[in-house]
Nanobody
Framework: QVQLVESGGGLVQAGGSLRLSCAAS????????MGWFRQAPGKEREFVAA???????SYTDSVKGRFTISRDNAKNTVYLQMNSLKPEETAVYYC???????????????????WGQGTQVTVSS
């Protein structure tokens, strides 16, 4: 079956960096858009970043210039490099996969078929 397993979360001071990883199995990785969403306590899940199978990217405005999404199809892994982290970005970060999502739809959560269990990111002030 399809599995998405996130890793790399943890505690970091404001201004610090973390690199999240998501290892996928049970799917043809190169046919899927891969994305990251996050959910802070008491808040709705929100889009963070995504990359299509054509390597097109999308980011929410608040992370542009600080976060970078990348993928390694040979390793079936997607990454999220997060720099200059802010306390308000404390959240559970979720990896997701969507089959042949077109670049214009990358921010739409309904396009994604599979979700990981999430990894906690805590940014202290």
């Amino acid at each position: 079956q399809v599995q998405l397993v996130e890793s790399g979360g943890g505690l970091v001071q404001a201004g610090g960096s973390l690199r999240l990883s998501c290892a996928a199995s049970g799917l043809t990785f190169s046919n899927y858009a891969m994305g990251w969403f996050r959910q802070a306590p008491g808040k709705e899940r929100e889009f963070v970043a995504a990359m299509s199978w054509q390597y097109k990217t999308s980011y929410t405005d608040s992370v542009k210039g600080r976060f970078t999404i990348s993928r390694d199809n040979a390793k079936n892994t997607v990454y999220l490099q997060m720099n200059s982290l802010k306390p308000e970005e404390t959240a559970v970060y979720y990896c997701t996969a969507g089959y042949l999502v077109v670049p214009s739809n990358l921010e739409d959560s309904s396009e994604y078929c599979y979700w990981g269990q999430g990894t906690q990111v805590t940014v202290s002030s």
